[in-house]
């Protein structure tokens, strides 16, 4: 299983970026999928989930009501919509695959991660 991630790069603060992630090699339908993020010097950190059908996200604190998870699951792809971004939001992102039901926060939960894709907020 591959995930592509993209759709990083600099924005100023206040500014919008969506990321994508594009799942090859397995069965996208089934999987939970996450967004962590991983600032310089920090830990990786969650950021958002999508159940496998869509039907459920959960969010970070700092993400919530400011960037939304969705999938497309024909395309295989899961997307993250970040509005309203700060510099602190600056990081690289990774997706991430949950092979199982349900959602979880956890790194060590995930079976299959992307690259990562790096999105720089100035202020």
């Known amino acids: 299983v591959q995930l592509q991630a993209s759709g990083g790069g600099l924005v100023q603060a206040g500014g919008s970026l969506r990321l994508s992630c594009v799942v090859s090699?397995?069965?996208?339908?089934?999987?939970?999928m996450a967004w962590f993020r991983q600032a310089p010097g920090k830990d990786r950190e969650f950021v958002a989930h999508c159940t496998y059908n869509g039907v459920s996200t959960y969010y970070s604190a700092s993400a919530k009501g400011r960037f939304t998870i969705s999938r497309d699951n024909p395309k295989n792809t899961v997307y993250l919509q970040m509005n309203s971004l700060k510099p602190e939001d600056t990081a690289v992102y990774f997706c991430?695959?949950?092979?199982?039901?349900?959602?979880?926060?956890?790194?060590?939960?995930?079976?299959?991660w992307g690259q990562g894709t790096l999105v720089t907020v100035s202020s």
């Open positions: 090699g397995g069965t996208f339908s089934a999987y939970g």
């Open positions: 991430a695959a949950l092979a199982r039901r349900g959602y979880s926060t956890k790194t060590y939960d995930f079976t299959y």
